[in-house]
């Protein structure tokens, strides 16, 4: 089946920096990637739409110049939390689907474990 | 905004037994699926019912969707341990964009 990564599962950092995610798609393309975020005991809430070559759509509320994303290829879609505080501090999941299946079915990522000190 | 409204929001209950996990929604949904979440972890696909159907098997799971009352229902038969984990509702809003219900926390008692 298809198959996606991220990159770090987690990450510690200081608050004011920045932090980038990687969200890559093993086996297969994906023209357009999906960004969530999920707070302790909470479901997942639609951040952004990544498509591959063209800027990200963000859902109502989430500010785009402070989660920067880079779709810059077929199998990677990048997160870069800016000037991170520790409201920031969520779990960080992206999704994809392939062409042949559409995006009935995605395929999820396992997660990226944000914590602003 | 949330497509669906899941019930209960936690239950637990002994090895052995059903769990029984409700999804209600608000717009019209050309499919509704079902993901579950281990704890600290990614989602993992479970199952998917389209509008059509009424009832849909995969293993000791068993999904029902009723679209005159907007609502779904996923059982899960003869729990075991490892089903312990968040289960959530979701369907597609708009094109393409996946909206999830808020979950129902699932803890089998061993």
């Known amino acids: 089946g298809a198959v996606v990564s991220q990159h770090p599962s987690w990450v510690i950092c200081k608050s004011g920096t920045s932090v980038k995610i990687e969200c890559r798609s093993l086996d297969f393309q994906a023209t357009t990637m999906f960004w969530y975020r999920q707070f302790p005991k909470q479901s997942l809430m639609l951040m952004a739409t990544?498509?591959?070559?063209?800027?990200?759509?963000?859902e109502q509320g989430v500010e785009k110049d402070k989660f920067l994303i880079n779709h810059a290829s077929l199998t990677l879609s990048t997160l870069t939390v800016t000037s991170a505080h520790p409201e920031d501090s969520s779990f960080y999941i992206c999704?994809?689907?392939?062409?042949?299946?559409?995006?009935?079915?995605?395929?999820f990522g396992p997660g990226t474990r944000l914590t602003v000190l | 905004s949330q497509q669906g409204e899941e019930d209960p929001q936690a239950l637990s209950i002994q090895e052995g037994e059903n769990a029984t996990m409700n999804c209600s929604y608000k717009?019209?949904?050309?499919?509704l699926q079902w993901y579950r979440q281990n704890s600290g972890r990614g989602l993992v696909h479970l199952i998917l019912?389209?509008?059509?159907?009424r009832e849909k098997h995969s293993g000791r799971l068993r999904v029902t969707l009723d679209t005159s009352k907007k609502s779904s229902s996923l059982l899960i038969t003869a729990s075991r341990a490892a089903d312990t984990a968040s289960y959530f509702c979701?369907?597609?809003?708009?094109?393409?964009?996946?909206?999830f219900g808020q979950g129902t926390r699932l803890t089998i008692n061993p």
């Open positions: 999704s994809a689907f392939t062409s042949g299946t559409g995006p009935d079915t995605q395929y």
């Open positions: 019912i389209r509008s059509n159907e």
């Open positions: 990544s498509n591959e070559g063209s800027k990200a759509t963000y």
């Open positions: 717009t019209s949904i050309n499919n």
């Open positions: 979701a369907a597609i809003q708009g094109a393409q964009k996946l909206v």
